[in-house]
């Protein structure tokens, strides 16, 4: 080989060496940031079984007095032991304050003694904005349409589980709600959602509710005010509900 071709190769060869080094990688930018320090989360206490600090506390098991009767001539229910008990035959109670967005807990009991079957064992339930009933009943061995048990959203969504403890039992219903919007025309701009845990158990994973409970037919939407009062069913039978607090979520609701 010539020199000149010697030297040709020789740059070629080094020319390609340094082609097929690896780059060096980007800088990382600083850890500092990707580090969010606003806004601080307000700091909420929450002892065990006890309501948290910022909750709204609608039943505490000695006063009755942020409930009302839902009809003009219904009545009252009754404090039993600390808990707040159907009186069948009053009618359904609604809070007096309103919720759009809401987390809710709500301790129930459904009666020792067995009376009745099915739908029949047990029944009330928890209207949010109280036209959306999240089920109440005794389904501890107490078949019935699975739409309408215990953890249903009745007539909508059959529950992905059945936590049920036998009749006599506290339990506990842990709700996450988020409330249907509705355009100035009164058109859905979207469903309402929720997300709901009996005893710690997930039985409703953010699923869209279809419209108001129905007992018959089709559910369907109409236009409501962004808060509403929380509902509880008397369906004739002494289910009794303890610690019952709410949190509200609404943004729209805090920025009023
Ligand atoms: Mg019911």
């Known amino acids: 080989m010539k020199p000149h071709a010697l030297l040709c190769s020789l740059v070629v060869i080094a020319s390609l060496a340094r082609a097929a080094a690896p780059a060096a990688p980007p800088a ?30 609608l039943f505490d098991g000695k006063s009755l007095a942020a409930w009302e009767p839902v009809r003009a001539n219904g ?17 359904d109670q609604r809070s007096k304050a309103a919720f759009g967005d809401v987390q809710l807990h709500v301790e129930f009991r459904t009666p020792q003694v067995i009376e009745g079957e099915g739908q029949g064992r047990g ?13 109440v009943l005794d389904s ?11 953890g249903s959203v009745y007539k909508q969504h059959i529950p992905l589980a059945n ?3 036998p009749p006599g039992e506290w339990q506990s219903y842990d709700i996450i709600f ?11 701009v979207s469903a309402a959602r929720v997300t709901a845990f009996i005893n710690g158990v ?16 089709a559910p369907k939407y ?35």
């Open 75 to 91: 009545g009252s229910w009754l404090i039993e032991d600390g808990a707040m008990v159907v009186k069948p035959g009053t009618g």
């Open 28 to 57: 990382l930018p600083p850890p500092e940031a990707t580090e969010a320090w606003t806004p601080v989360p307000p700091i909420v206490t929450a002892p065990t079984g006890q309501p948290p600090s910022d909750a709204v506390v």
């Open 202 to 217: 997930l039985v409703l994973n953010n699923v869209e509710i279809q419209g108001p409970t129905v007992y018959r037919g």
């Open 178 to 188: 988020i409330a249907p919007r509705f355009d100035a025309a009164g058109q859905l």
């Open 163 to 165: 936590p049920a403890r």
């Open 140 to 150: 501890h061995n107490n078949p019935t349409y699975p739409n309408g048990q215990l």
């Open 222 to 256: 109409a236009a409501h005010a962004d808060q509403l009062p929380i509902v509880l069913q008397d369906h004739r039978n002494p289910t009794a509900f303890r610690n019952i607090w709410a949190r509200p979520l609404d943004a729209r609701a805090a920025a009023k």
């Open 123 to 135: 029944n009330s339930g928890i209207f949010l904005m109280g036209l959306y009933e999240l089920q």
